[in-house]
């Protein structure tokens, strides 16, 4: 298991000769998210839409957004496959009725308080004109498919053991990480993945030792990135604060739209890189918790955090990890987007560098992991 993600790195040693990254990534512009293409009048897919939704409420009442949008994804790509294999004589149920009615479920669980905005929204969906593939659709028999389905991965997700498992006590001494007496953050730290066979699966190398040539390299980068950040940068550190997931929906949902993917497509992508995400995430704490890697700040206490810093441990970056499992599954769905997909994958991790919270070795790292957690969802499936 332990050579899986070793061979990766070795990989990345070559890469980060350049920097793993643009030659002069300290002082590289913020990547446009949008699509290179004009957007057309066609309307999004009910998949993407609720997605949207679901990030619009992560923006208004925080939650564990990678979570959340897991189970939703994976319910409305159930769903989705449940409607188009329903038929009754000449009928057949709505995959968007089935989208629309898992989301419906799955967000009210996560968001009781906007239960009423939803259930809004929805009437809306009901009361729209089908178009293309859904005129003669039954949407209501698609909504109680979707229902039912979502309630199932409901029950499902309420096992997986999510911040349950204590990390156990960080060791004391130089080199290691030290709380700041707040809760540590626990991430995906002893869930049940979706795809990896067991936590540990894709677990990093140990980092480099502090002290060493390479530590006080990257060190030295932060700080001087903290001594003399630009204005771009902070935008940069912010616009990807304090998570990659609503960042990266946005990307996926306007490739989506830009090439106007159907509903099970749309189910598919959007199932498959949130959950390669919650599998990075788990690897990516098993790491932290293995190593307990002192931050940038509390070695150098004159970097400062424009951003705020996380209490748990820097090594590898939990951002990053989610960045290389986006990565991995949106270039696998959108082969020409590749430059624009890996460049914001860059961006993701040097906001983090920018925010003076990690080294570019946590970067690398975790980039890694994301994309080995990625490839494995690719090849395993499962979530049929």
Request: charged residues 20%; glycine residues 8%.
């Amino acid at each position: 298991m332990r050579s899986r993600i070793q061979m990766l790195g070795a990989t990345l040693v070559v890469a980060s000769a350049c920097h793993d990254g643009p030659t002069n990534a300290s002082r590289s512009p913020a990547v446009d998210i949008a699509p290179r293409a004009a957007a057309t009048e066609a309307p999004s897919t009910s998949t993407v839409r609720w997605n949207r939704r679901s990030v619009a409420l992560f923006r208004a009442r925080g939650g564990d957004v990678g979570r959340i949008n897991s189970y939703l994804s994976i319910a409305q790509y159930r769903a989705v496959l449940a409607a188009q294999a329903e038929r009754h004589g000449q009928s057949r149920a709505s995959a968007a009725g089935a989208a629309a009615g898992a989301s419906v479920v799955v967000l009210k669980q996560f968001y009781p308080l906007d239960a009423t905005a939803i259930d809004t929204q929805l009437e809306a969906q009901r009361a729209e004109s089908p178009l293309g593939a859904e005129i003669n659709a039954d949407f209501a028999a698609g909504e109680a498919i979707g229902r039912a389905v979502a309630a199932s991965v409901l029950a499902w997700a309420a096992s997986d053991n999510y911040v349950q498992t204590p990390p156990g006590t960080p060791p004391v001494g130089e080199g290691f990480w030290v709380s700041s007496g707040a809760p540590i953050v626990r991430g995906g730290f002893g869930a049940r993945p979706f795809f990896l066979t067991s936590e540990s699966e894709l677990r990093a190398a140990p980092p480099p030792a502090f002290g060493s040539a390479r530590y006080l390299a990257d060190l030295a980068e932060v700080r001087a990135i903290s001594d003399s950040r630009t204005a771009e940068q902070l935008e940069i550190a912010r616009k990807w604060a304090p998570f990659a997931n609503p960042v990266w929906s946005g990307v996926a949902a306007d490739l989506l739209d830009k090439y106007h993917r159907s509903e099970l497509e749309s189910a598919r992508t959007l199932a498959y890189a949130n959950a390669a995400e919650f599998d990075a995430i788990i690897a990516c704490w098993d790491s932290k918790f293995t190593y307990w890697f002192i931050r940038p700040s509390q070695a150098d206490p004159g970097i400062t955090l424009p951003i705020g810093l996380p209490n748990h441990p820097s090594y590898p970056s939990g951002h990053s990890c989610a960045d290389g499992a986006w990565r991995g599954v949106l270039t696998d769905a959108f082969p020409s987007e590749r430059v624009l997909i890996e460049r914001l994958e860059q961006e993701g991790g040097m906001s983090r560098i920018y925010g003076g919270i990690h080294y570019r070795f946590d970067i690398e790292t975790g980039h890694a992991i994301g994309r080995a957690a990625a490839r494995l969802a690719l090849e395993r499936r499962g979530l049929e």
